[in-house]
């Protein structure tokens, strides 16, 4: 059984910086592409950044050069560092893991929990 747990969340003020954690753990043979996204109420979710498992990535218009995704493959973990924080920003961010399942060999996708970012003007 594979467990997502995400942290980093939490308030903060336009300007600052917050970086989500989103580490999994389980039966995992090996992870494939990894991604944020994030929704607010009302709106459609958004794909905010994506990283392949050779390290190529891909990030919404709306938060190119202030978001940075990595991953560390050795600790199934994806990171997302966000600077210059702007109250369009606030919303509930997901991560979205493709594991590849030790038990079964097959390619699944996994979600986080959620974790709320709100930006203060």
């Known amino acids: 059984q594979v467990q997502l747990v995400e942290s980093g969340g939490g308030l903060v003020q336009a300007g600052g910086s917050l970086r989500l954690s989103c580490a999994a753990s389980?039966?995992?043979?090996?992870?494939?592409?990894m991604a944020w996204y994030r929704q607010t109420p009302g709106k459609q979710r958004e794909l905010v950044a994506s990283?392949?498992?050779?390290?190529?990535?891909n990030y919404a218009d709306s938060v190119k050069g202030r978001f940075t995704i990595s991953r560390d493959n050795a600790k199934n973990t994806v990171y997302l560092q966000m600077n210059s924080l702007k109250p369009e920003d606030t919303a509930v961010y997901r991560c979205?893991?493709?594991?590849?399942?030790?038990?079964?060999?097959?390619?699944?996708?996994?979600w986080g929990q959620g974790t709320q970012v709100t930006v203060s003007p």
């Open positions: 990283i392949t498992s050779g390290g190529n990535t």
């Open positions: 979205n893991l493709w594991l590849v399942s030790g038990a079964t060999m097959l390619s699944t996708a996994y």
């Open positions: 389980g039966s995992i043979f090996r992870s494939n592409a």
